[in-house]
C-alpha cells in the first residue's frame, strides 16, 4: 500500500521460494544471520534462518524462516460446513462459510453424515469417523474472551489435498453437504510447528532518501496485480495496500474499502471507527480516521456518503447517513443505504453508475451544467458528478439547477474530531484492525467488525457469525501489515501463507506478537490472503495463496500498493 520520505525505517521480512525463478535484485549480497532474536511462533527451539539484503541505502530487507511441517501431526482432511441459514456469496474463494458452530449442530449434522448410506459406506470402507473438533484456543483479545468459540465436523485423514473426483467428495456432494479442503496445520493452534516464511523491510531514516507513498494504479477503480503497481511506479519495493470491493455485486471491483488519499487527494470514503496508516513526509502514523464530506450548493448544506462508489452499497459498512443494519464497520459484508449523495470525479475511472435516481453535472469551478437521470456516462474531464438516490435525490433535485454554484468539501476528521488537512505527498492507506498501540495488543474484534455474531450489529442470518472471526483472525493466513518503532522507523511485514510446504500463514494475534518483537509499539494490519504479495525490484518475491484452474499459484489483482521509490517523487502521478 503507498509515498513517504526520510524519517522511516522498514523492517520486512521476505522469503525467496524457488519458484520465483532466482534471487531477487539486489545492491549486496545477502548474509545469514544467527543472532537476532528469535521470532515467538510455535514451540520454543524450533530452527529458525534470517537472510538479509540491502536493495538499496537505507533499505534492509531480512527473510525469515521458521519451524517445519509435522506431517506425523498434520494432514489434510474434509471440513464439513454446519448450517447457519442462507449465506451471503462471498466473492474471496478461501472465505470459510458456516464452518464453525455449536456441540449440539455439529454433531447433528454429523449424524446426518452417518445416516446417507453412500457416505456412511464410503466412511466405513476407510475405518474413518465423523470427528466433532472444539475450537477451544481462540486468543482473549480487547472485548473478546477467547477460549472455546464453537465446533468443527471434520472427516478423513489425507497427506495431500484429495482430488476433486475423491469417492468421499462425490457423495458427500451428492447428499447434499458443503465442504470444504482444511489443513490442520493452519488451525493456528499455539503448538503448531510451521513452517512459516516472514519477510520485513527496514527503512533508516538517516540514509534512506526516497519516498514512501501508495498507488491506486490508472484509477480508482479496477484492480491490477502488486507487481504491475510497483513497475509502474517505478519502486524499490512493494506491498499489497488496503482492502477493496472484489464483486460488483459489492460496488465496484477494485475500489479501495476505506480511506484512501493519494498525492493529498482524497479518493474514497472511510470506513468510520477504523485505524488507517497515514503517510506523511518522512512520519507514519496510524490513525482512527472518519469521513465528513458535505455539499453545499449556493447556501444550503447536505451530508455526502461517500466518494468514489456507487450509491446504496456500503462494503464493510463504517458509513454515515442511516446504512442497514448498522453503521459499525463489519468486515467483508455489505451494507445498504436507500438515501445517499455520492460524489464521482475523473479518477473513478469507471463509468458512472446508472439506476434511479438523479446526477449533476459540475465543471471545474463548480458551475453546474447538467441535471439529469442517472445514464452511466462517463465523468467528464474536469467535473464533478453528485450522484443521488432516495431522499437525497429529492434534495439534490430541489437545490440543483443549471448555471448555480456546487462547492464539495472532502473533510476527514481525527478521533478527536479535528480537521486532517492533507498536502502534496501525503498519503493515507485504509487497514484494520489496529495491532499494537504503545507497545501492547490491541486487536479489538468486536470495534472493527471482525466478531460477525455481536448481537448489537442485527446482522441478518447471512452473516457468517462465529465462522467469519474463525476464518480471519484464529487460523493462519498471508498477512500484511505495517509497524512503527520507538524511533519513527516504518516497519513493514508480509507474510506467506496457506501453502503447507512453504509457509503456513499466521493467526491476527501471533501477527501481532511478530512486530513486537521486530521492534513496533504501533501496527495495523493490511489486507492479506490472496492479496499478500511482496515485490522487489519488479519481480515478485513472495508466493501468492492464489492458484489457477490448474493449480498454479497466480497473484491477485489488488486495489492499491504501498510502493517504496528511489526519488523525491512517486513515478506515477495521481489518476486525474
Keep these: 500500500m503507498r509515498r513517504f520520505v526520510v524519517g522511516l525505517a522498514l523492517l520486512l521480512v521476505v522469503a525467496q521460494p524457488a519458484w520465483t525463478g532466482g534471487p531477487a535484485r539486489a545492491t549486496a ?28 541505502p537505507g533499505l534492509t530487507l531480512t527473510t525469515i524462516t521458521r519451524g517445519f511441517r509435522d506431517a506425523k501431526r498434520e494432514f489434510w ?46 466412511l466405513a470402507a476407510r475405518g474413518w469417523q465423523p470427528r466433532v473438533e472444539p475450537v477451544d484456543y481462540a486468543p482473549r483479545l480487547i472485548g473478546y474472551p477467547g477460549g472455546l468459540i464453537g465446533y468443527t465436523l471434520r472427516v478423513g485423514r489425507y497427506p495431500a489435498p484429495p482430488p476433486a473426483d475423491d469417492p468421499l467428495l462425490t457423495a458427500l456432494a451428492a447428499a447434499g453437504f458443503r465442504t470444504s479442503l482444511v489443513y490442520t496445520g493452519q488451525d493456528g493452534r499455539p503448538d503448531d510447528t510451521g513452517p512459516w516464511v516472514v519477510r520485513a523491510l527496514t527503512v533508516d531514516p538517516r540514509v534512506f532518501r526516497g519516498r514512501i507513498g501508495s498507488s491506486v494504479g490508472d484509477a480508482v477503480s479496477g484492480r491490477e496485480t502488486t507487481s504491475d503497481l510497483a513497475r509502474k511506479a517505478g519502486a524499490i519495493f512493494a506491498v499489497n495496500g488496503g482492502y477493496f470491493v472484489i464483486g460488483s455485486g459489492d460496488g465496484t471491483p477494485g475500489v479501495p474499502v476505506g480511506l484512501t488519499v493519494v498525492n493529498g487527494t482524497p479518493l474514497t470514503a472511510a470506513t468510520n471507527g477504523r485505524a488507517a496508516l497515514l503517510l506523511r513526509h518522512g512520519r507514519a502514523r496510524i490513525q482512527t480516521l472518519s469521513s465528513a464530506y458535505r455539499l453545499r450548493i449556493d447556501d444550503d448544506e447536505h451530508l455526502v456518503d461517500a466518494l468514489n462508489r456507487p450509491p ?19 468486515h467483508d459484508f455489505t451494507c445498504t443505504d436507500p438515501d445517499e449523495l455520492i460524489a464521482l470525479t475523473p479518477t473513478y475511472g469507471a463509468a458512472a453508475p446508472s439506476g434511479g435516481g438523479i446526477e449533476v453535472v459540475a465543471d471545474s469551478r463548480g458551475v453546474i451544467t447538467d441535471v439529469q437521470p442517472r445514464t452511466g456516462q462517463p465523468v467528464p474531464a474536469g467535473s464533478t458528478v453528485i450522484q443521488g438516490i432516495g431522499a437525497d435525490a429529492d434534495w439534490l433535485a430541489a437545490h440543483a439547477a443549471i448555471g448555480r454554484r456546487l462547492h464539495l468539501d472532502p473533510a476527514v476528521t481525527d478521533a478527536d474530531g479535528r480537521r486532517v488537512r492533507f498536502g502534496p505527498g501525503d498519503f493515507v492507506v485504509n487497514g484494520g ?25 442485527r446482522l441478518p442470518p447471512s452473516a457468517l457469525g462465529a465462522s467469519f472471526g474463525y476464518a480471519f483472525f484464529v487460523r493462519g493466513n498471508p498477512r500484511t501489515g505495517v509497524g512503527i518503532d520507538r524511533r519513527g522507523r516504518l516497519l513493514i511485514v508480509q507474510v506467506d501463507g496457506r501453502q503447507e510446504n512453504l509457509s503456513q500463514g499466521l493467526p491476527l494475534k501471533e501477527f501481532a506478537d511478530v512486530f513486537k518483537a521486530l521492534g513496533a509499539v504501533d501496527a495495523i494490519n493490511l489486507d492479506g490472503g490472496g492479496s499478500s504479495a511482496a515485490v522487489l525490484n519488479g519481480r515478485l518475491i513472495s508466493s501468492p495463496s492464489d492458484t489457477d484452474a490448474q493449480g498454479n499459484r497466480i497473484e491477485r489483482p489488488v486495489g492499491d500498493a504501498l510502493v517504496i521509490t528511489p526519488g523525491r517523487e512517486i513515478s506515477q502521478r495521481t489518476p486525474t
Aim: aromatic share 0%; hydrophobic share 35%; charged share 20%.
Design 433 to 457: 484492525p489496529r495491532l499494537l498501540t504503545g507497545g501492547r495488543v490491541t486487536i479489538d474484534p468486536v470495534r472493527d467488525g471482525l466478531a460477525h455474531e455481536d448481537p448489537v450489529l
Design 312 to 330: 446504496g452499497v456500503v462494503r464493510n459498512c463504517g458509513g454515515v447517513g442511516g446504512d442497514r443494519p448498522t453503521e459499525r464497520p463489519v
Design 77 to 122: 482432511t474434509i471440513g464439513i460446513n454446519i448450517p447457519v441459514g442462507p449465506v451471503q456469496p462471498d466473492p474471496d474463494p478461501n472465505a470459510a462459510q458456516g464452518a464453525l458452530g455449536t456441540l449440539e449442530k455439529a454433531t447433528a449434522v454429523a449424524g446426518q453424515l452417518m445416516e446417507d448410506p453412500a457416505v456412511a459406506r464410503e
Design 29 to 56: 549480497s545477502p548474509t545469514v544471520s544467527a543472532t537476532a532474536a528469535r521470532l515467538p511462533l510455535g514451540p520454543a527451539g524450533l530452527p529458525e534462518s534470517r537472510v538479509t539484503r540491502s536493495p538499496a
